[in-house]
């Protein structure tokens, strides 16, 4: 889940537990866990928050108090909860909506493989961003996953008077290029220009995990770079 929001900036969980969400939060980060001794609703973060990830209590008595305050410090909060346990009565849409944050995307997740008993209520990933003021995207993760899964990538050829500059791979193999044409004009921000891991072979992961492979072509004169866009970006 936190790979699919892809956050930035400093994030927190203010409801740690044993740490699945914390874990995979990136750097900056902080967390709150009150059987651990730190008490979110006494907490006082040392910067902004850009991001609360988490999976809180699902309670009447405990939910309300810990959403408000996630709404009142961060500007993107995601929660894992029932649907209704988020957004059930009239009180918890004011609730965030007097923080002026609204509903960005709700997930709509399958009980297994979340760690908790099935039930008939629908479970959801709810995410609520400060300022936004589009649609809300209702989303399926099952037919996202497949969708991920069987989706070709969109390969295109693009010829770049220079090599670019490539900057550190990181393991999500998610690598950003910095490349810019003789004319001084950077190319457009849309595309992705994947590193070479192999002096001849240009390999990609997509975020669904599978890996698909590409011989580098040549040409006379100017080198000539695969460029992955995503299905969205190719319109």
Known sequence: MVEYFNPSGFCLDPCRGAGAFYDALPEPKDWCEIEQGRDFLTYKPAQKIDWIITNPPWSAGEYRPIARRCFELADNVVFLVRLHNGLGTTARHNDYREFGHRIKEIILCPWEGVGFAPEGFSLAVIHWQKGWQGDCTWTYWDAL???QQEAPHTELLVEVPMRPTVSAIRPSARAEVSTTALD???LP????LMPAIAPSRWKHRSRGGRRVSHSQPHQAHL???PVFLSP???G
């Open 223 to 225: 080198p000539v770079y």
């Open 145 to 147: 996953t497949e969708q």
């Open 232 to 234: 969205s970006s190719t």
């Open 184 to 186: 001084g004009q950077p």
């Open 189 to 192: 921000t849309s595309c992705k």
